[in-house]
């Protein structure tokens, strides 16, 4: 029985961003930020009128859009703490720069990202940890985001 229960919750995490939402797929959607979004973000931030509340590695920016034809899209950053390791999902994404590095999110959180952005999809703790922050939110519901338990993975949102 145990084999069998272990068959099923695999089958219902999602390996692609694009899984994730599972109602309403024709007002929403989930998938990476492209260059042209992350370009649209672009904008000078002075370091010394930063503080960093953490330094992300493995990181890439999710873009979740809701009405495709309107264009509303808000930009999460998905990585790892450096000093924690755990994941972590932002506020949506204010401005990047990507000469010094820095990120602000909606909340006034600030963020330094280390390393270069990663590629391809985000790994499974990433999506697990994006999917509790979508029901944070209080939109996991309405977007047919399956709830895990946070065993599964850990970390914190913002």
Same mark, same amino acid.
Request: hydrophobic residues 35%; proline residues 7%.
């Given at each position: 029985m145990n084999g069998t229960m272990t068959k099923i919750q695999n089958a219902l995490i999602p390996t692609t961003l694009d899984q994730i939402i599972t109602r309403h797929r024709d007002d929403y959607s989930l998938q990476l930020s492209s260059d042209e979004d992350l370009a649209g973000l672009q904008k000078s931030i002075v370091a010394a009128e930063c503080y960093a509340a953490d330094e992300i590695i493995e990181w890439r920016v999710v873009c979740l859009e809701r009405n495709p034809a309107l264009g509303r899209k808000a930009h999460i950053l998905l990585g790892d703490v450096v000093r924690t390791g755990v994941p972590l999902s932002t506020s949506?994404? !204010?401005?990047?720069? &990507?000469?010094?590095?820095?990120?602000?999110?909606?909340?006034? @959180?600030?963020?330094?990202?280390?390393?270069?952005?990663?590629?391809?999809?985000?790994?499974?703790?990433?999506?697990?940890?994006?999917?509790?922050?979508?029901?944070?939110?209080?939109?996991?519901? !309405?977007?047919?985001? &399956?709830?895990?338990?946070?065993?599964?993975?850990?970390?914190? @949102?913002?």
């Open positions: 949506p994404v !204010l401005y990047i720069d &990507r000469g010094s590095r820095w990120v602000v999110t909606a909340s006034g @959180s600030m963020y330094r990202l280390a390393g270069m952005k990663a590629p391809g999809e985000p790994p499974l703790l990433h999506m697990l940890h994006l999917c509790r922050t979508l029901h944070h939110w209080k939109i996991g519901e !309405l977007l047919g985001v &399956r709830s895990f338990p946070r065993q599964l993975e850990n970390g914190q @949102s913002n």
